[in-house]
């Protein structure tokens, strides 16, 4: 797997890999993550991918990192 891009965002880290004739978009925020595997098959180029990345893309995505930090935190509350 290698690193072909990386794009910048104020919420949280984006790095782009290939790999097995995919791409893998790999969203991060503090301590979570999120991946998302496209197909070359699918898009013909990096630059498509970057296009996918829209804020209609994001904010769910955004959304999602609201509420993984939600539930890890009641996990961890849970212990004591």
Known sequence: MRVIANIPNSNCAITIFSM??????????NNLEQ?????????F????????????FLKPVIARFNE?????????????
Do not use: G, H, P, W
């Open 35 to 43: 991946i998302f595997k496209v197909s070359e098959m699918d898009v």
């Open 68 to 80: 993984m930090e939600n539930e890890l935190e009641k996990a961890v509350n849970s212990l004591y």
């Open 20 to 29: 097995n004739q995919k791409f893998i978009i790999k969203v991060e925020r």
């Open 45 to 56: 180029s990096l630059e498509d991918v970057k296009r996918m990345l829209t804020d209609e």
